[in-house]
């Protein structure tokens, strides 16, 4: 398989902590409080990569390029073989929802990749995946969903501490392991009384 250099194609310092969105563009995800945050967040060195399409992702540019957000980078749609190595390069993930109560029982299937790959994730998602993931799992940091404060207070603490960004990751990957892989939930489910 080959190895694409994301820091180097997207002109992005070894310095910077970069922060993964990936996925649809939709008005489900609420990837408005990523560009909030990177407003927040302009002189950090810090940077917010948005890979995907959707029907949201025209308005999402548009505000950026408004706002000149110099640390929000857009990418399409990506070959699935080369999402591994995107979050790879990535330094945590961000997984987010729109503040709705519908959302509270809602486990966003992009989460195990970056997880499994021992990523930290920062989740915007309220209800089953903040108990399982943040509370259980301790795998990330939570923020409130639609709260680019917050979010901009959880990528601050990951960025400045990167000892708990690994120990988050390596809790994560852990954590899916033991619970959300497949042989295992195989074995468990023919092995109850």
Known sequence: MKI????KTLNIP???????YAGIIGHAQGLEVILNAAELMRDAPVKF???????EKENLV???TEKSLTNVIFQPNLQKSKIPSLIKACNAYIVPLKKLDLFKGAIPSKLFEPLAMGKPIILGVDG????????EGKAGLYFEPDNAVELADRIKVLSLNPSLAITLGEQGQRYVKENFN???IHEKFFTKP
């Open 4 to 7: 694409f250099l994301w820091r």
């Open 14 to 20: 070894d310095t910077d902590f970069i922060l993964l």
């Open 49 to 55: 990569l948005i890979v995907g399409d959707g029907p």
């Open 62 to 64: 548009r505000v950026a």
């Open 128 to 135: 089953e995946a903040r108990e399982l993931f943040i509370e």
């Open 182 to 184: 497949r042989q295992c």
